[in-house]
Protein backbone atom coordinates (compact mmCIF):
# COMPACT_ATOMS: atom_id res chain seq x y z
CA UNK A 1 0.00 0.00 0.00
CA UNK A 2 1.19 3.60 -0.77
CA UNK A 3 0.01 6.67 0.42
CA UNK A 4 -0.43 9.66 -1.77
CA UNK A 5 -0.84 13.17 -0.09
CA UNK A 6 -3.71 14.36 -0.73
CA UNK A 7 -4.44 17.30 -2.60
CA UNK A 8 -6.77 18.75 0.56
CA UNK A 9 -5.36 20.53 3.00
CA UNK A 10 -7.61 19.10 5.53
CA UNK A 11 -6.49 15.66 7.22
CA UNK A 12 -8.60 12.39 6.03
CA UNK A 13 -7.94 10.50 9.10
CA UNK A 14 -8.56 11.51 12.86
CA UNK A 15 -6.62 10.22 16.00
CA UNK A 16 -8.00 8.65 19.53
CA UNK A 17 -6.38 8.47 22.21
CA UNK A 18 -8.84 5.98 24.67
CA UNK A 19 -8.07 4.90 28.20
CA UNK A 20 -9.31 0.67 28.48
CA UNK A 21 -9.30 -1.05 31.54
CA UNK A 22 -6.67 -4.13 30.78
CA UNK A 23 -9.29 -6.80 30.80
CA UNK A 24 -11.45 -5.26 28.26
CA UNK A 25 -8.05 -5.14 25.67
CA UNK A 26 -8.33 -8.13 23.88
CA UNK A 27 -12.24 -7.45 23.18
CA UNK A 28 -11.26 -3.50 22.52
CA UNK A 29 -9.29 -4.40 19.99
CA UNK A 30 -11.18 -7.21 18.12
CA UNK A 31 -13.99 -4.69 18.33
CA UNK A 32 -12.68 -1.37 17.27
CA UNK A 33 -14.08 0.03 14.23
CA UNK A 34 -10.86 2.39 14.05
CA UNK A 35 -7.78 1.22 13.53
CA UNK A 36 -5.13 0.36 16.37
CA UNK A 37 -2.19 2.63 16.42
CA UNK A 38 -0.11 1.63 19.04
CA UNK A 39 -1.04 0.11 22.28
CA UNK A 40 0.86 1.53 25.74
CA UNK A 41 1.01 -0.31 28.97
CA UNK A 42 1.74 1.47 32.32
CA UNK A 43 4.45 -0.27 35.02
CA UNK A 44 5.63 -3.42 33.73
CA UNK A 45 3.57 -6.56 33.29
CA UNK A 46 0.40 -4.87 31.58
CA UNK A 47 0.67 -6.34 28.07
CA UNK A 48 1.10 -9.56 28.65
CA UNK A 49 -1.33 -10.05 25.70
CA UNK A 50 0.18 -12.45 23.52
CA UNK A 51 1.00 -10.69 19.94
CA UNK A 52 -0.90 -7.37 19.49
CA UNK A 53 -1.39 -6.73 15.79
CA UNK A 54 0.51 -3.37 16.40
CA UNK A 55 2.78 -0.82 17.73
CA UNK A 56 3.16 -1.73 21.59
CA UNK A 57 5.52 0.07 23.81
CA UNK A 58 5.43 -0.31 27.67
CA UNK A 59 6.48 2.79 30.08
CA UNK A 60 8.27 2.20 33.79
CA UNK A 61 5.89 4.78 35.23
CA UNK A 62 3.61 2.23 37.83
CA UNK A 63 0.01 3.28 37.68
CA UNK A 64 -1.36 4.33 41.21
CA UNK A 65 -4.55 2.69 42.49
CA UNK A 66 -6.78 -0.63 41.33
CA UNK A 67 -7.06 0.67 38.11
CA UNK A 68 -5.03 -0.87 35.21
CA UNK A 69 -5.93 1.14 32.13
CA UNK A 70 -3.45 0.51 28.61
CA UNK A 71 -3.59 3.42 26.56
CA UNK A 72 -4.75 2.77 23.32
CA UNK A 73 -4.44 5.01 19.86
CA UNK A 74 -6.77 4.30 17.13
CA UNK A 75 -7.17 6.27 13.98
CA UNK A 76 -9.77 6.01 11.44
CA UNK A 77 -7.38 5.27 8.20
CA UNK A 78 -6.06 2.20 7.58
CA UNK A 79 -2.48 1.68 8.94
CA UNK A 80 1.21 -0.29 8.28
CA UNK A 81 3.29 -1.02 11.09
CA UNK A 82 7.36 -0.59 10.60
CA UNK A 83 10.66 -0.21 12.11
CA UNK A 84 13.69 2.14 11.32
CA UNK A 85 16.90 1.36 13.70
CA UNK A 86 15.58 1.65 17.16
CA UNK A 87 12.30 2.82 15.82
CA UNK A 88 9.17 1.16 16.04
CA UNK A 89 6.02 3.14 14.39
CA UNK A 90 2.78 3.16 12.48
CA UNK A 91 1.69 4.94 9.57
CA UNK A 92 -1.82 5.87 7.89
CA UNK A 93 -0.79 9.40 5.70
CA UNK A 94 -1.65 11.90 8.17
CA UNK A 95 -0.29 10.69 11.35
CA UNK A 96 3.25 8.47 11.95
CA UNK A 97 3.25 7.53 15.71
CA UNK A 98 6.79 5.82 16.69
CA UNK A 99 8.59 4.60 19.95
CA UNK A 100 12.35 4.67 21.04
CA UNK A 101 14.22 3.03 23.86
CA UNK A 102 18.16 3.90 24.17
CA UNK A 103 20.49 2.34 27.07
CA UNK A 104 22.74 4.50 28.60
CA UNK A 105 26.15 3.31 28.95
CA UNK A 106 30.08 4.76 29.92
CA UNK A 107 30.64 6.68 27.00
CA UNK A 108 26.52 7.66 25.99
CA UNK A 109 25.89 10.15 28.73
CA UNK A 110 22.21 11.19 29.23
CA UNK A 111 22.47 14.31 26.67
CA UNK A 112 24.12 12.25 24.22
CA UNK A 113 21.30 9.64 23.86
CA UNK A 114 18.74 12.02 24.20
CA UNK A 115 20.44 13.95 21.17
CA UNK A 116 20.89 10.58 19.54
CA UNK A 117 17.19 9.99 19.99
CA UNK A 118 15.67 13.05 18.50
CA UNK A 119 17.95 12.75 15.39
CA UNK A 120 16.52 9.48 14.57
CA UNK A 121 12.83 10.48 15.24
CA UNK A 122 13.60 13.67 13.04
CA UNK A 123 15.43 11.55 10.15
CA UNK A 124 12.29 9.29 10.00
CA UNK A 125 10.37 11.62 10.17
CA UNK A 126 11.87 13.51 7.06
CA UNK A 127 12.50 10.20 5.38
CA UNK A 128 8.29 9.03 6.20
CA UNK A 129 7.44 13.19 5.12
CA UNK A 130 5.65 13.45 8.31
CA UNK A 131 7.49 16.10 9.56
CA UNK A 132 5.52 17.95 11.90
CA UNK A 133 6.35 16.58 16.01
CA UNK A 134 2.99 16.99 17.37
CA UNK A 135 3.26 15.41 20.49
CA UNK A 136 6.49 13.75 22.68
CA UNK A 137 6.17 11.94 26.05
CA UNK A 138 9.89 11.30 27.15
CA UNK A 139 10.36 9.06 30.33
CA UNK A 140 14.05 9.32 31.53
CA UNK A 141 15.60 7.59 34.11
CA UNK A 142 16.69 8.91 37.57
CA UNK A 143 15.80 12.41 36.37
CA UNK A 144 16.36 13.94 39.37
CA UNK A 145 19.85 12.80 39.98
CA UNK A 146 22.79 14.97 39.72
CA UNK A 147 25.94 13.65 37.16
CA UNK A 148 28.78 16.20 37.28
CA UNK A 149 26.79 19.03 38.71
CA UNK A 150 24.01 19.16 36.44
CA UNK A 151 20.69 17.21 37.04
CA UNK A 152 19.89 14.36 34.47
CA UNK A 153 16.86 16.57 33.55
CA UNK A 154 19.61 19.46 32.63
CA UNK A 155 21.77 17.34 30.15
CA UNK A 156 17.80 15.78 28.77
CA UNK A 157 17.31 19.12 28.00
CA UNK A 158 20.93 19.88 26.60
CA UNK A 159 20.54 16.71 24.57
CA UNK A 160 16.87 17.47 23.14
CA UNK A 161 17.71 21.48 22.18
CA UNK A 162 20.90 20.28 20.39
CA UNK A 163 18.84 17.89 18.25
CA UNK A 164 16.43 20.57 17.30
CA UNK A 165 18.32 23.39 16.63
CA UNK A 166 20.72 21.70 14.46
CA UNK A 167 17.87 21.01 12.85
CA UNK A 168 15.89 23.96 12.14
CA UNK A 169 16.92 27.74 13.60
CA UNK A 170 13.79 28.45 14.36
CA UNK A 171 12.44 25.39 16.03
CA UNK A 172 11.13 27.76 19.03
CA UNK A 173 7.95 28.41 16.70
CA UNK A 174 6.94 24.95 16.16
CA UNK A 175 7.98 23.10 19.05
CA UNK A 176 5.58 20.01 19.72
CA UNK A 177 3.28 19.52 23.53
CA UNK A 178 5.54 17.20 25.74
CA UNK A 179 5.65 15.53 28.97
CA UNK A 180 8.91 14.91 30.32
CA UNK A 181 8.82 12.83 33.86
CA UNK A 182 11.33 10.62 35.72
CA UNK A 183 11.13 6.87 36.12
CA UNK A 184 13.02 4.83 38.51
CA UNK A 185 14.03 1.79 36.25
CA UNK A 186 14.75 1.53 32.61
CA UNK A 187 16.19 3.16 30.00
CA UNK A 188 15.66 6.30 27.95
CA UNK A 189 11.99 6.10 26.05
CA UNK A 190 10.34 8.42 24.04
CA UNK A 191 7.34 8.20 22.49
CA UNK A 192 4.78 10.34 19.92
CA UNK A 193 2.77 11.59 17.17
CA UNK A 194 4.14 13.18 14.23
CA UNK A 195 1.63 14.32 11.44
CA UNK A 196 1.63 15.36 7.51
CA UNK A 197 0.21 18.99 8.42
CA UNK A 198 1.21 20.83 11.23
CA UNK A 199 -0.49 21.46 14.73
CA UNK A 200 -0.74 25.42 15.79
CA UNK A 201 1.99 26.03 19.36
CA UNK A 202 0.14 27.37 22.17
CA UNK A 203 1.78 29.23 25.03
CA UNK A 204 0.19 30.23 28.50
CA UNK A 205 0.17 33.80 29.11
CA UNK A 206 0.45 32.63 32.90
CA UNK A 207 4.03 30.77 32.55
CA UNK A 208 7.63 31.65 30.74
CA UNK A 209 7.41 29.94 27.68
CA UNK A 210 9.32 26.98 28.51
CA UNK A 211 11.98 27.65 25.75
CA UNK A 212 12.58 31.25 27.55
CA UNK A 213 13.61 29.69 30.58
CA UNK A 214 16.22 31.75 32.20
CA UNK A 215 19.46 30.17 32.51
CA UNK A 216 19.47 28.87 36.38
CA UNK A 217 17.58 26.32 35.47
CA UNK A 218 19.89 24.35 32.89
CA UNK A 219 22.56 25.38 30.39
CA UNK A 220 19.78 24.83 27.68
CA UNK A 221 16.41 25.92 27.67
CA UNK A 222 13.55 22.91 27.87
CA UNK A 223 12.11 22.36 24.06
CA UNK A 224 8.52 22.20 24.28
CA UNK A 225 5.53 23.94 24.05
CA UNK A 226 2.61 24.31 26.57
CA UNK A 227 0.40 22.60 23.90
CA UNK A 228 -0.36 21.71 20.15
CA UNK A 229 -3.46 22.42 18.73
CA UNK A 230 -3.73 20.28 15.71
CA UNK A 231 -7.11 19.63 13.25
CA UNK A 232 -8.25 16.32 12.39
CA UNK A 233 -10.79 15.37 10.20
CA UNK A 234 -13.36 15.16 12.75
CA UNK A 235 -12.19 18.87 14.18
CA UNK A 236 -9.75 20.14 16.70
CA UNK A 237 -7.62 18.46 19.14
CA UNK A 238 -5.49 20.44 22.29
CA UNK A 239 -2.33 18.14 23.26
CA UNK A 240 -1.96 19.89 26.92
CA UNK A 241 1.51 19.45 27.67
CA UNK A 242 2.87 18.20 30.93
CA UNK A 243 1.13 21.10 33.38
CA UNK A 244 2.54 21.53 36.91
CA UNK A 245 2.98 24.29 39.71
CA UNK A 246 4.75 27.23 37.52
CA UNK A 247 3.54 30.62 37.41
CA UNK A 248 6.13 32.82 35.62
CA UNK A 249 8.96 30.39 35.81
CA UNK A 250 9.16 29.95 39.09
CA UNK A 251 7.78 26.40 41.03
CA UNK A 252 4.83 27.49 44.01
CA UNK A 253 4.11 26.35 46.86
CA UNK A 254 6.47 24.30 47.74
CA UNK A 255 5.74 21.22 50.18
CA UNK A 256 1.96 22.13 50.02
CA UNK A 257 -0.16 18.98 47.84
CA UNK A 258 -3.38 20.87 47.78
CA UNK A 259 -2.31 24.63 46.50
CA UNK A 260 0.30 23.00 43.77
CA UNK A 261 -3.05 20.74 42.18
CA UNK A 262 -4.80 24.45 42.89
CA UNK A 263 -1.98 26.33 40.54
CA UNK A 264 -1.88 23.39 38.11
CA UNK A 265 -5.56 24.07 37.24
CA UNK A 266 -5.10 27.55 37.06
CA UNK A 267 -2.35 26.85 34.67
CA UNK A 268 -4.87 24.28 32.49
CA UNK A 269 -7.94 26.72 32.65
CA UNK A 270 -5.29 29.61 31.28
CA UNK A 271 -4.40 27.75 28.82
CA UNK A 272 -7.56 26.62 27.24
CA UNK A 273 -8.69 29.92 27.59
CA UNK A 274 -5.77 31.54 25.58
CA UNK A 275 -5.73 28.56 22.92
CA UNK A 276 -9.75 29.34 22.54
CA UNK A 277 -9.25 33.21 22.22
CA UNK A 278 -5.82 32.27 19.68
CA UNK A 279 -7.51 29.75 17.24
CA UNK A 280 -10.37 30.29 15.28
CA UNK A 281 -12.51 27.59 16.55
CA UNK A 282 -16.38 28.12 15.86
CA UNK A 283 -17.67 28.47 19.06
CA UNK A 284 -14.62 28.80 20.87
CA UNK A 285 -15.77 25.81 22.88
CA UNK A 286 -12.67 23.56 23.63
CA UNK A 287 -14.57 21.88 26.74
CA UNK A 288 -14.60 19.17 25.89
CA UNK A 289 -11.85 17.24 28.14
CA UNK A 290 -11.23 13.77 26.03
CA UNK A 291 -8.38 12.19 29.12
CA UNK A 292 -5.86 13.60 31.47
CA UNK A 293 -2.78 11.66 33.15
CA UNK A 294 -2.13 12.70 36.30
CA UNK A 295 1.77 11.89 37.38
CA UNK A 296 2.12 12.31 41.56
CA UNK A 297 5.56 11.56 42.71
CA UNK A 298 4.67 10.49 46.07
CA UNK A 299 2.19 7.50 46.26
CA UNK A 300 0.12 8.62 49.27
CA UNK A 301 -1.14 11.72 47.55
CA UNK A 302 -3.34 9.86 45.46
CA UNK A 303 -6.20 9.92 47.83
CA UNK A 304 -6.62 13.46 48.32
CA UNK A 305 -5.16 14.38 44.49
CA UNK A 306 -7.79 12.18 43.00
CA UNK A 307 -10.54 13.53 45.38
CA UNK A 308 -9.76 17.03 44.64
CA UNK A 309 -9.94 16.16 40.48
CA UNK A 310 -13.13 14.31 41.18
CA UNK A 311 -14.80 18.21 42.33
CA UNK A 312 -13.23 19.83 39.68
CA UNK A 313 -13.93 17.58 37.01
CA UNK A 314 -16.52 15.48 37.84
CA UNK A 315 -16.53 11.49 37.13
CA UNK A 316 -16.85 11.01 33.92
CA UNK A 317 -13.31 11.74 32.60
CA UNK A 318 -11.00 9.06 31.65
CA UNK A 319 -8.01 9.80 33.69
CA UNK A 320 -4.58 7.72 34.42
CA UNK A 321 -2.66 7.89 37.56
CA UNK A 322 1.06 7.01 37.74
CA UNK A 323 3.82 7.48 40.16
CA UNK A 324 6.27 9.79 38.28
CA UNK A 325 8.83 11.98 39.58
CA UNK A 326 8.51 15.82 38.11
CA UNK A 327 11.60 17.22 36.68
CA UNK A 328 11.82 19.78 39.94
CA UNK A 329 12.63 18.11 42.34
CA UNK A 330 10.18 20.56 44.36
CA UNK A 331 7.04 19.66 42.56
CA UNK A 332 4.52 17.15 43.64
CA UNK A 333 2.32 16.21 40.68
CA UNK A 334 1.85 17.22 37.18
CA UNK A 335 -1.26 16.66 34.62
CA UNK A 336 -1.64 16.44 31.01
CA UNK A 337 -4.74 16.42 28.89
CA UNK A 338 -6.32 16.04 25.75
CA UNK A 339 -9.22 18.44 24.99
CA UNK A 340 -11.69 18.29 21.69
CA UNK A 341 -13.33 21.05 20.16
CA UNK A 342 -17.01 20.12 19.31
CA UNK A 343 -17.82 22.09 16.16
CA UNK A 344 -21.41 22.85 15.52
C1 LIG B 1 7.46 22.83 33.36
O1 LIG B 1 6.44 23.42 33.04
C2 LIG B 1 7.26 21.54 34.08
O2 LIG B 1 10.87 19.25 29.47
O3 LIG B 1 9.49 18.29 28.10
C3 LIG B 1 6.47 19.80 31.74
C4 LIG B 1 6.24 19.30 30.45
C5 LIG B 1 7.76 19.98 32.18
C6 LIG B 1 7.31 19.00 29.61
C7 LIG B 1 9.73 18.90 29.15
C8 LIG B 1 8.83 19.67 31.34
C9 LIG B 1 8.60 19.18 30.06
O4 LIG B 1 8.61 23.28 33.13
C10 LIG B 1 8.05 20.46 33.56
Same mark, same amino acid.
Given at each position: MNYRHTALNRPTATVHCNYVPLQRLSGYLAESAERILAVIGFGGK??????????????????? *???????VWTSSAPILHREHGDIHYAVNGDVLFGSIRLPESEETTMDLITCAAYRHIFDLLRKEAYPHLIRVWNYVPDINNNTNGLERYQLFCLGRHRAFSERNQ????????????GVRQGDLHIYFLAARQTGRQIENPRQVSAFHYPRRYGPRSPSFS????????? *??????? *????????????EGNLDRQLQETLYNIDSLLGHAGRASEIRGNCLKNI?????????PHHLGPVKASLERHFGHGTPTMFLQGDICRSDLLLEIEAIYHAHQD
Open positions: ALDIPSLPCLRAEVATPPL *GDARLVEFFEHNLPAASTIRAMLKEWND *GHHLYIS *GTASIVGHESCHSSMKVYIRH
